[in-house]
């Protein structure tokens, strides 16, 4: 096992006008489940290629623990990768398959037999291990695609969005295999999805990406209630934050005609006398004063057994805005009122207007 580094490595692609991963400082602890997540386009899988060795590093270096692997041959960086397609050998048995890699090293028949038989174990695929890959269902296909992986017992697993083939529900009851078959084996993995909910819940860590530029790393908890900036805000966390312009007043940040409460020193580090502000679903009610608050009128609610979604949408600077709320899954209000809603004071977050960086620690007290 091992710890993984990528050090300001670059990837500008020939003909690219801009890296498509720019100068990425990342370190993966030993045994650590790091998700990288991001837009598609953003240099999630340029990144995991560039450490598999399949793509060229322009700038920067790369390290398997102390070894720095930047111009070794992908064959001799002991890693193991499952891509999207993963596409079995049609020809071949589950156990064959699962084999083949070692039976290329020149491993034993013996000892091939008897690492299959220990990942079969360890997937549930031991009663299949004799079928041909059409003989499976999708989630059972992934998993050998898995075993393929584990059988070969590398330093590092490198996973690029290994589910996006299975259906919603394969992809839960996966996810969480996959989680905790890691956590077993305590082999480092880094783990690619677009999806965030993949990532906030297997990740001990996650790694946002943006146009090939990191933009925060941390566990799940941070880039939930501490995000760095607008974009990761945005990113993380379904429904998405509600982010919109808000006039910074004395003592805190307007939210229609309420004002909620800020800690005096970011008004007092920020020129501005406007800022982004963030607030999430939940983090938003109804006041019981008719008012009090940002008048929204309710578009949709969306019931969701105790919980529901109030889809809404306000005037903020002459702009509509959209705006989400969890309210109660039966009482609520219904589409065309008007309701005034107010924000928790400390769960508000405040970025910079222009910049979109998070203004400060303190926005929310946690
Ligand atoms: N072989 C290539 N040649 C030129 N440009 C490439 C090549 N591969 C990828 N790119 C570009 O590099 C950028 C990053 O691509 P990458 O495949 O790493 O994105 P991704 O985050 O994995 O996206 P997705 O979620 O869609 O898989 C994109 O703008 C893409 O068009
Ligand atoms: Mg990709």
Redesign the pocket.
Same mark, same amino acid.
């Given at each position: 096992m091992a710890s993984v580094t990528f050090d300001k490595a670059t +990837?500008l692609?020939? %003909? @690219?006008t801009r890296p498509? /991963?720019d100068k990425l400082d990342l370190e993966i602890n030993d045994g650590e489940f790091l998700v990288?997540v @991001?837009? &598609? $386009?953003? $240099?999630? &899988?340029? &990144?995991? +290629?560039m450490l598999a060795g399949l !793509?060229e590093v322009n700038e920067g270096n790369i390290f398997i623990g102390d070894r720095n692997v930047t111009d070794v041959p992908p064959k001799d960086r002991d890693i193991a990768m499952v891509f999207?397609n993963y596409a079995l050998y049609p020809h071949m048995t589950v156990a064959e398959n699962m084999g083949f890699a070692l039976k290329i090293a020149g491993v034993g028949k013996e000892e091939r037999a008897a690492r299959v038989l220990e990942a079969a174990k360890l997937l549930d695929l031991e009663p299949y291990l004799s079928r041909k890959p059409k003989a499976l269902s999708g989630g059972q296909r992934q998993r050998v695609a898995m075993g393929r992986a584990i059988v070969r017992q590398p330093q590092v697993f490198l996973m690029? !969005?290994p589910l996006s083939n299975l259906d919603a529900k394969l992809r839960v009851q996966t996810r969480t295999q996959i989680a905790s078959l890691q956590r077993r084996l305590g082999v480092t993995t880094v783990y /690619?999805t677009?999806d965030q909910i993949e990532a906030l819940t297997m990740g001990d860590r996650i790694a946002v990406?943006k146009d %090939?530029v990191l933009q925060q790393v941390g566990t799940p908890r941070d880039l939930y209630e501490k995000p760095d900036n607008v974009f990761v805000a945005g990113f993380i966390g379904s429904p998405a934050m509600n982010l919109f312009h808000a006039d910074l007043v004395e003592g805190g940040v307007k939210f229609g005609t309420a004002t909620v409460p800020v800690d005096r020193e970011i008004l007092a580090d920020t020129s501005s006398t406007i800022a982004t502000i963030g607030v999430r679903p939940e983090d938003i009610t109804v006041s019981p004063h008719e008012g009090e608050g940002l008048a929204v009128e309710v578009d949709l609610v969306e019931e969701l057994g105790a919980d529901g979604y109030l889809y809404g949408h306000s005037t903020v600077e002459g702009k509509r805005t959209d705006i989400v709320a969890r309210v109660d899954g039966r009482l609520h209000p219904n589409a065309g009122e008007t309701v005034y809603l107010t924000a928790t004071p400390n769960h508000v977050h405040l970025f910079d207007a222009e910049s979109g960086e998070r203004l400060s620690d303190k926005a929310v007290a946690i």
């Open positions: +990837r692609y020939p %003909g @690219g498509a /991963v990288l @991001g837009p &598609s $386009g953003c $240099g999630k &899988s340029t &990144s995991l +290629r !793509e999207q690029d !969005e /690619v677009h990406l %090939g």
